[in-house]
């Protein structure tokens, strides 16, 4: 695919703002609805703010770090940027679907590239009744809260909260607690992609809950559902010597 037109976008922060400017003045700066490829210059937080803003073009997006850890970013370099759009390996990465009911009756719908996470929203913690497939496979699990990551976002909240990496490709979602009081020795588990996970608050009232996917928030919910959008496809590229797969085998291997 020949990339001439090629749109640039930018975090806030300086480095990505004279990124901008040097790259726009050297290749043109196209319009981000009508070009080839979009090119996000900052660090992971703006690249997942780049992916939902343009989730619905399909358009592909190469990242270039300007930002601190850039796991989900190529390294920046001003030169040879269509030949580097060339070379680039497609990762496809399909996003979560959030659908939530609150205490109120209220429903919403989110996505999340990353993770949905319901966490418990006071000092109390949270009671949750876990069913996979409509199957209750968890009567109560007391914690500070439970997540549902896709592979790209295993190594982010997920690995923090001591869940598995999961590989691109593996057809996998984790499912992590966080902090659980009980049962304390619950690690997780893996789930087949197409599995449809439901979290149920138990005592939503005494014990509120917040769900979260990505950067939506919905507080004072009593039942949060997580699927795969198999609609949606994510197209994201990257160097052929630094892509999402190899990093994610190698961050199973870090000391």
Known sequence: MSFRKIAFVAADSA???????KLAKRYGNSDPNKADAIVALGG???????????????????????????????????????ERLRRAEEARLHPLVMTTVTTKGR???ALAINEVSVLRQTRQSAHLRILVDGEVRMANLVCDGALVATPAGSTAY???????????????????????????????????????????VIDADKRPVAAVADFTEVRDVVRVEIREDRNTILHLLFDPEHNLEERILAEQFQP
């Open 44 to 82: 992971d937080g703006f690249m997942l703010e780049t992916l939902h803003r343009h989730i619905a073009q399909g358009t592909p997006i190469y990242g270039m770090n300007r930002g601190t850890i850039g796991f989900l970013m190529n390294s920046y370099a001003e030169a040879d940027l269509p």
């Open 158 to 200: 997920n690995l923090s909260a001591h869940g598995t990496i999961v590989p691109i490709g593996a057809g996998l979602l984790a499912l992590t607690p966080i902090s659980a009081f009980r049962p304390r020795r619950w690690r997780g588990a893996l789930l087949p992609h197409k599995a449809i996970v439901t979290f149920e």
């Open 15 to 21: 480095p990505a703002r004279r990124a901008l400017t």
């Open 107 to 109: 429903k919403n719908r």
